[in-house]
T-cell receptor, first 111, second 110 residues
Framework: QKEVEQNSGPLSVPEGAIASLNCTYS??????FFWYRQYSGKSPELIMF????GDKEDGRFTAQLNKASQYVSLLIRDSQPSDSATYLC???????????FGTGTRLLVSP | DVKVTQSSRYLVKRTGEKVFLECVQD?????MFWYRQDPGLGLRLIYF???????EKGDIPEGYSVSREKKERFSLILESASTNQTSMYLC?????????FGPGTRLTVT
């Protein structure tokens, strides 16, 4: 059973701080990793993907991947109240078009 | 920009009715997916399709069927709606590995 684990939260951070969201996965055959943001009542929106070990930066967002530890994280710098949402981690396994999703971490950014 | 549209944002149906949920994508993507999302359970894959007229069962296909007659359109069918199928239904499409979601249909079965 391929699993993706996330702390459900809520993770509370003050405005301007760095929010760190974490995700672990069970299968070493994992190939690609995705972060989606989902506002309440809305559908998931792709914000980052990473395929290789290391860091990938896009604006205020940085995805970090450590395949040896089976760990992927999302850092949000200068957090804003508009970043308050649920963040879903998803993993693609070699040879499959399907994604396996975690249940998400709720982030609350207070002004 | 990828555009995935779903036929309804909100739908209310009665138990036993046959329900059709439609999804259309405009990016010529090969792969399309249907998920349901419930509080505490996350996103669960119902069915997916990697080509016209091709379909594969996901993790929870019971009570559902799908149809893909054209590349851009993927339909989810609830043969006989039941109250436990009340949920948010999300369609997604992909060409490579990243999936793009439609706005979702919140279905209530009474």
């Amino acid at each position: 059973q391929k699993e993706v684990e996330q702390n459900s939260g809520p993770l509370s951070v003050p405005e301007g701080a760095i929010a760190s969201l974490n995700c672990t996965y069970s299968d070493r055959g994992s190939q690609s990793f995705f972060w989606y943001r989902q506002y309440s009542g809305k559908s998931p929106e792709l914000i980052m993907f990473i395929y290789s070990n290391g860091d990938k930066e896009d604006g205020r967002f940085t995805a970090q991947l450590n395949k040896a530890s089976q760990y992927v994280s999302l850092l949000i710098r200068d957090s804003q109240p508009s970043d308050s949402a649920t963040y879903l981690c998803a993993v693609n396994y070699t040879g499959f078009q399907k994604l396996v999703f975690g249940t998400g971490t709720r982030l609350l950014v207070s002004p | 920009d990828v555009k995935v549209t779903q036929s309804s944002r909100y739908l209310v149906k009665r138990t036993g009715e046959k329900v059709f949920l439609e999804c259309v994508q405009d990016m010529d993507h090969e792969n399309m997916f249907w998920y349901r999302q419930d509080p505490g359970l996350g996103l669960r894959l119902i069915y997916f399709s990697y080509d016209v007229k091709m379909k594969e069962k996901g993790d929870i296909p019971e009570g559902y069927s799908v149809s893909r007659e054209k590349k851009e359109r993927f339909s989810l069918i609830l043969e006989s709606a039941s109250t436990n199928q009340t949920s948010m239904y999300l369609c997604a499409s992909s060409q490579a590995r990243e999936q793009y979601f439609g706005p979702g249909t919140r279905l209530t079965v009474t």
